[in-house]
């Protein structure tokens, strides 16, 4: 059984999930924030993955017999080429995210200073 601030708890636990959320400034600043950020982070994460399968698929070419398997005689020279490719897409997803971020920075800071600057002022 449980005890009555146990029960109390429970209570509020239970009633704050049927009650609207009241959202404020600093919701909007995070909700902003993250719209800012999102873009640049989907992109970083999908081509940098793409980049190291790249880079992967050109090394297990020339380091071990899969080109034989797949009908490639010679598969050291496209396994290098593949490999390269690979390795420049991964060096180039740094620079193409700071990119979209600073171009996204850009676009919203002016709605972020003033969101920030509402929420500094009610404190």
Sequence with gaps: ?????DQQYM????????V?????EIDALRALDAKVKRPANVFAYVF???????????????MTDVGAA?????ALVPGI???VLGLGMALLTYP???GILGSRKKKYAAQILKLSEQYLNKQ
Excluded: H, P
């Design 81 to 83: 080429a593949i490999g």
């Design 20 to 24: 609207e959320k009241q959202t404020g």
């Design 70 to 74: 797949i009908g490639i005689a010679d």
């Design 48 to 62: 940098g993955s793409l980049s190291a399968i790249i880079m992967g698929a050109g090394m297990s070419l020339v």
């Design 1 to 5: 059984m449980m005890n009555k601030n």
């Design 96 to 98: 193409i995210y700071k």
């Design 11 to 18: 209570a509020q636990k239970i009633r704050a999930q049927y």
